[in-house]
Every structure is written in C-alpha cells, then in structure tokens.
C-alpha cells in the first residue's frame, strides 16, 4: 500500500519563477493539506482540499494556489518566488469521510524547494 | 506571542532515559492534540493523538494534555537510539482532519 507521494524531491529556482508541487494521497484518502516547513520550523499550514475545492487556508499570499484532481491526487503553485519561499512543502492526506478518530494525516517526504 | 511555544533543544540523553517534552499553547480553542516525529529527510508520522484533556499511552510513550494550564507533554520512557528524531506537538480547534498548528520541534538525541 502506497503512503503519500511527492514530486519532485528537490528543486531550484530563481526569484520570480513560478513553481509546481505534486501530491499523490494515500490510497483510500480523498483529502490533501499542503504545509510549508522553514529550516528549523515546524510545518506551517497553507491549504487543504477536499471534493477538489479549497477547504481551508493559511495565512498565505495569493501567490500559494492549488488544485485537487477527480483522483484526488493534488497540486501547488507558488508565482513570483521569493528567497523566503525556500522551504519543505509537506503533503499531508487523510479521508475525511471516515469516522472522526480514523482523521489520522499521513504525511509525505516533502519536496525541497530551494529559491536562489 | 506564537499560538504554539515548545521547549527550545537540542536535548541530548542517555539510552534508556525518560525523557519529557512539553508545549505550551495560546488559544483555547484548541481542543485535539497530537505529538509527531520526523526523521531526518523524512515527513511527520503521527505518534500521540489526544482529545481534550487528561492522559494516553501508547506502549513507552504517555501524551499528557491540561488544557486548564494550556500545556501538553509527551514522555518517552526507556528512551532508545531510533528515538533520535525531531518532536512536534501539534494541535487543531477544529478536528485532526483539519488545519493543524505545530510547534517550532525539538530536535532529540539518544546516546546508545
């Protein structure tokens, strides 16, 4: 049984680009939550989807979009980088339609984004 | 004043060592809480989950939550080298489905 999966594992960008993440939830979840994790931080949250709409938001700029597919795999958008967006981008993916203690959110291995 | 404070580390201990972390918290609606551990190059996986106030164990690890002091600990007991990782408390209002707040981590060490 494959847990969650990220695409790609490392990446390098300069100042302005414009950047896209990828997520594969854990088979049987049909939700995904996006964190953004700085160097010694805990994870911060940006966003979660559920039924492919957004369902909550973090305190992040409009330059942080998504997107969830039918498959509910689920993709992130950072326009303009800035230094400051080099980070861990954590998946996170659950199934909201279970019973509430089955709300564990499994975690991926995070894509590292580096901004130069 | 962040929402989640944690015990600032690295916190280094010998191999069988209890050892105690702990979180403070600011806001009183928060009402689920978790404990994770991240390997290095790893993402969180959930250790502890914990609602409302009072005690869980889960084989060498016991969550404490007091919500009347807003502090929740997590101890390890007969602490072990593959404890080496970084704790995160984590805590939501709403539900652990939904928008969870971390702490900063702190960043444990077992000496075998």
């Known amino acids: 049984d494959a847990g969650v999966t990220q695409s790609p594992t490392h990446l390098i960008k300069t100042r302005g680009q414009q950047v896209t993440l990828r997520c594969s939830p854990k088979?049987?979840?049909?939700?995904v939550s996006w964190y953004q994790q700085a160097l010694g931080q805990g994870p911060q949250f940006i966003f979660q989807?559920?039924?492919?709409?957004?369902?909550q938001r973090g305190n992040f700029p409009d330059r942080f979009s998504g997107h969830q597919f039918p498959n509910y795999s689920s993709e992130l958008n950072v326009n303009a980088l800035l230094l400051g967006d080099s980070a861990l981008y954590l998946c996170?993916?659950?199934?909201?339609?279970?019973?509430?203690?089955?709300?564990?959110?499994?975690f991926g291995p995070g894509t590292r984004l580096t901004v130069l | 004043q962040k929402e989640v404070e944690q015990d600032p580390g690295p916190l280094s201990v010998p191999e069988g060592a209890i050892v105690s972390l702990n979180c403070t918290y600011s806001?009183?609606?928060?009402?689920?809480f978790m404990w994770y551990r991240q390997y290095s190059r790893k993402g969180p996986e959930l250790l502890m989950y914990?609602?409302?106030?009072g005690n869980k164990e889960d084989g060498r690890f016991t969550a404490q939550v007091d919500k009347s002091s807003k502090y929740i600990s997590l101890f390890i007991r007969d602490s072990q080298p593959s404890d080496s990782a970084t704790y995160l408390c984590?805590?939501?209002?709403?539900?652990?489905?939904?928008?969870?707040?971390f702490g900063k981590g702190i960043t444990l060490s077992v000496r075998p």
């Open positions: 088979s049987g979840h049909d939700t």
């Open positions: 806001n009183s609606a928060f009402q689920y």
């Open positions: 984590a805590m939501s209002a709403a539900g652990a489905n939904s928008k969870l707040t």
């Open positions: 914990t609602y409302s106030s």
């Open positions: 989807y559920y039924e492919e709409e957004e369902r």
């Open positions: 996170a993916s659950l199934f909201m339609r279970g019973a509430a203690n089955t709300h564990t959110q499994y």
